[in-house]
């Protein structure tokens, strides 16, 4: 068998093959088109993923080779058993996982690996051998943006300067932790059938009647702002006819001036910006063109001291007559790096010199999605360049990487994506661009196959698909808390309301409830703090709840909801067990699914899928080949430690991907 020396992991969070395939016979990605010639792909279009279809448990698997029940992250939020139902610990951090990571066997055995920004790898788990940058966040350097992004509508009718400043996301799906594990405790949801996944990770909070249906709270997560568009005045040599307008930054603690200029033919085209009037130009756009240059300001950041920042602008609508403008403005890159999140820690500011800043993906959302696709795609760009410098400059033997705007584009569209939709094309359209955008991300990297001792494994945690039109998400599954409706309607849970008006969960009459993404459990007397249900009750009480689950049907429509749900031994069977674990697991019908999470790995929809992206392609990999056997996440770890000589992590337990050697 032809051995590879090195071999690169590109993860696409979020990524759908069965969606990829149709693009690559469309020849809209000619770059996965090329790495499927040049390599292997499966008949099933794909890989199974793990369960949950949730981030941090299928990054693990994908980084241990082993399942979640082994590894110990059971969903964005763990639970350990013994504790209240109520009180989660973050997944995404590394001291979750039980089981070694590839690179830390790699580590051990002298050979080098380089991390980007790699889910479930922070805090560092070695720093021998390793180069990492960041990994505490769904996109890197996530701690070096001082201030938000900015959605400004600039308009003559406007009287006065009005902002709603960015809502922090406290769920925990803004996918954003420290060093330390962290430890929460949160409310219960009740009586909000409209609130949906997508909604939470838009920032909803995790408590009674929270909704994010209103598309105007999307805007929540960046600085949106309307501000009056004006004559210019108090500016010396400026046209005659020029307009002006102000931006809040910081929070509302520094203002911008934009002028708009006419040009010799009257119209206008261009805004220019300025940190105050009569001198400290900064930047300008104009309409039709793309992104401005890098715009170098100064800020404050969180403890209010003044930081120097980079950040671009595009201008999305001028009217000729200077009555109208939208601009957006990314984020706020800060020049000089927190060291903490990278090894060593010099790297990440390293980066930033020799690749220039970061452009940050937005959190726009919905209303002005097209918005998010273009400040993703500048993030992109950069990533390449980032990965490709390391890799032309670090010596490695391992690169493992993690790029997150297909997941971003799923939670902000994908629902709207079936017929009959209103926005359909727009958003199909979008959705084609932001796969076209991880395409170039491949082209770029294809050059390291050149050598020919080095191989290429492109995957993805999931992918994602759109519930039935018209149908709501049962009020079941919340991969951040508990919540009630269901288990409520069912007589398994009861609540009250404390002194403030908020439900709380009366444990004294609740025989279970329903947790995170697809977890029950049972309130077990002796187990848990406010057990109520004795030991010789436990099988018929989840006997109990299998059959009320099952003939459970929507009131609106009449369907079954529930697909499947198992109690310990047929979770074992699917790699769920141990202390992170419920008592029983379901998944729903596919009418049914959310984005993803609460669904089989292998579900198509739609024309969409759950499944995981699979390609390999390079050194020891046969060429144009479609493989009949079926690869799970559990199968990358231990294929490419055989085919590099390289020592297996302690509680691997996939299979080596024979079928795609030479």
């Not at 890197?140 to 960015?166: G, R």
Request: proline fraction near 5%; hydrophobic fraction near 35%.
């Amino acid at each position: 068998m032809t051995k590879a020396k090195r071999v690169m992991v590109l993860g696409f969070d979020g990524g759908d093959p069965v969606f990829a395939e149709k693009l690559i016979a469309e020849g809209k990605l000619p770059n996965f088109k090329k790495v499927k010639e040049m390599g292997v792909t499966t008949k099933m279009k794909g890989m199974i993923g793990a369960l949950p279809t949730i981030t941090p448990p299928c990054w693990a698997t994908l980084a241990t080779g082993a399942w979640p029940g082994t590894h110990g992250i059971t969903c964005f939020w763990n639970h350990t058993i013994g504790k209240s139902f109520d009180e989660l610990d973050m997944g995404w951090n590394s001291q979750q996982c039980e089981a070694e990571f590839i690179w830390d066997a790699f580590s051990k055995a002298g050979k080098k690996t380089i991390l980007f920004n790699y889910p479930t790898s922070f805090p560092p788990t070695t720093y021998e051998n390793v180069y990492q940058v960041d990994g505490t966040s769904a996109q890197p350097y996530n701690q070096n943006f001082p201030d938000y992004d900015k959605y400004i509508k600039a308009n003559e009718s406007y009287q006065e300067i009005v902002s709603k400043f960015h809502n922090p996301n406290d769920t925990g799906a803004g996918c954003v932790m420290t060093e330390e594990v962290e430890h929460k405790k949160f409310e219960i949801v009740e009586n909000d059938h409209e609130r949906s996944f997508t909604d939470l990770f838009a920032g909803g909070a995790v408590n009674e009647g929270s909704t994010v249906a209103n598309e105007a709270e999307w805007l929540s997560l960046i600085d949106d702002t309307e501000t009056p568009i004006k004559p210019a005045k108090g500016w010396n040599d400026v046209p005659e006819g020029t307009k002006e307008f102000s931006i809040p930054f910081a929070g509302g603690l520094l203002r911008r001036i934009a002028l708009l200029i006419p040009d010799a033919d009257g119209k206008y085209r261009k805004v220019k910006l300025y940190k105050k009037k009569n001198g400290d130009f900064l930047g300008e756009a104009t309409i039709g063109q793309n992104f401005s240059e890098w715009i170098y300001d100064t800020t404050y950041d969180q403890r209010n001291a003044e930081v120097e920042v980079a950040y671009k602008m595009k201008l999305y609508e001028l009217e000729e007559d200077g009555s109208n403008a939208v601009l957006y403005i990314t984020k706020s890159c800060q020049l000089k790096c927190n060291p903490k999140y990278f090894v060593p820690q010099s790297l990440g500011q390293e980066l930033l010199d020799k690749i220039g800043p970061i452009v940050a993906g937005s959190d726009i959302g919905r209303p002005h999605a097209e918005v998010g696709c273009d400040a993703w795609h500048e993030h992109y760009k950069w990533c390449a360049d980032a990965i490709n410098y390391l890799l032309d400059n670090k010596e490695w033997d391992l690169f493992y990487s993690h790029l997150h705007s297909l997941d971003v584009a799923n939670h902000n569209m994908i629902t709207d994506i079936v017929p009959g939709s209103p926005r359909y094309e727009k958003f199909y359209n979008l959705m084609v661009q932001y796969y076209i955008n991880a395409d170039e991300v491949v082209g770029k990297l294809l050059r390291h196959l050149d050598d020919g001792e080095t191989a290429l494994f492109i995957v993805s945690d999931h992918a994602g698909v759109p519930r039935h039109p018209g149908y709501k998400w049962p009020m079941l599954g919340d991969p951040w808390g508990i919540v009630t409706d269901f288990m409520k309607d069912l007589g398994y849970v009861k609540t009250y309301k404390d002194e403030n008006g908020h439900s709380q969960i009366d444990w004294s009459q609740t025989k279970a409830v329903c947790q995170r993404t697809g977890y029950i459990y049972v309130n077990l007397k002796g187990r848990d703090p406010y057990g109520i249900v004795e030991p010789e009750e436990y099988e018929d009480l989840c006997r109990q709840i299998q059959d009320d689950f099952y003939n459970y049907r929507d009131p609106e429509t009449g369907e079954r909801v529930i697909e499947m749900i198992v109690g310990h031994d047929g979770m074992e069977a699917l790699g769920l067990y141990g202390d992170h674990v419920g008592d029983l697991y379901y998944v729903f019908t596919p009418n049914y699914c959310r984005d993803h999470g609460n669904s089989f790995s292998n579900l198509e929809h739609y024309g969409f899928s759950m499944k995981c992206l699979f390609f390999a392609a390079g050194a020891g990999i046969k060429k144009n080949t479609v493989m009949e056997r079926r690869v799970r996440q559990v199968d990358i770890v231990p294929t490419i430690c055989e085919m590099t000589d390289s020592p297996v992590p302690n509680k691997c337990e996939g299979g080596i991907i024979y079928q795609l050697f030479e």
